[in-house]
Structure formats: C-alpha cells, structure tokens
C-alpha cells in the first residue's frame, strides 16, 4: 500500500479501536510490524498487548477530576489541573496505583494548604463525589 512499510503487507499500518468492549479486545490483532492503538478500553488489554501510554480521566470513582497517566516504560504520575488549568504531577510511581492509593494522594491535595506546595489550586479542581461545589 502507499502507506508505507512493505508493499502489499501490514507494516507500519496502526488499526484504531474507540471503547472496545471485552469481546473485541479478545479478537483484536495487532497487524504484523505494525500496532494496535485502543481508545479508552472497556477492559484491561489482553497480555498479548504492551500498554505504552495510558491516561485516565477521573481514575477513582469517589473523586471528581485528576487524571492518572502513564507513557512507557515511565512511572504513573497522579495529577491534577492547578490555577489556570496547568497539569501538575502530585505523584509518581512505578506501579499503576490502587483506588485506595489514588484516594490518598487526591486526599492529600485537597488537604494541603501550604502557599508554597505545588498542590495549592490544584484543590479546586478536585472534589469528592457528592460534596457541593464550593462556586454552588
């Protein structure tokens, strides 16, 4: 093909899949030279697949905002948007954290009230699920 790659083969050719389900990522192939690139999954990829970049929106089902991300072989980082939307990095880790350590680190930024922390704005745009919005 004029995409590139081998002619007539499927080097260098990506499939895009948007929120497959897990019965399509269970028949996903990922084309030989070539890759598969899943678009928010509805389950975790099969072991046959390297995650190499992942961001999750909202990652812990109690908080509203922060983000969870991941670009290979780097760590996971927990961030959350500060005064005038920059991304910071409050976290980082070697393995993907669990809810119970995403709840701990979003804790820790809404509690930090330091004028100096990294965190101070990042508070607002957290906030657990069912707490009003302090704007309400």
Do not use: M
Not at 38 to 60: C, G, I, K, S
Not at 107 to 115: F, K
């Amino acid at each position: 093909g004029a995409a590139g790659g081998a002619a007539g083969g499927d080097a260098g050719r990506v499939v895009a899949v948007l929120r497959p389900s897990a019965a399509q990522l269970k028949k996903a192939v990922c084309p030989e030279g070539g890759a598969v690139l899943l678009l928010n999954p509805q389950a975790p990829p099969p072991a046959r697949f390297a995650p190499t970049y992942v961001l999750l929106d909202n990652p812990h089902p109690d908080w509203q905002g922060g983000l969870l991300f991941r670009a290979f072989p780097g760590d996971w980082a927990l961030a959350a948007a500060g005064f005038g939307g920059a991304l910071t990095v409050h976290g980082r880790a070697a393995e993907r954290p669990s809810l119970p350590d995403i709840d701990r680190g979003f804790q820790a930024v809404r509690d930090d009230n330091n004028p100096f922390s990294r965190a101070v704005g990042a508070a607002a745009a957290l906030r657990r699920r069912g707490e009003p919005d302090e704007a309400e």
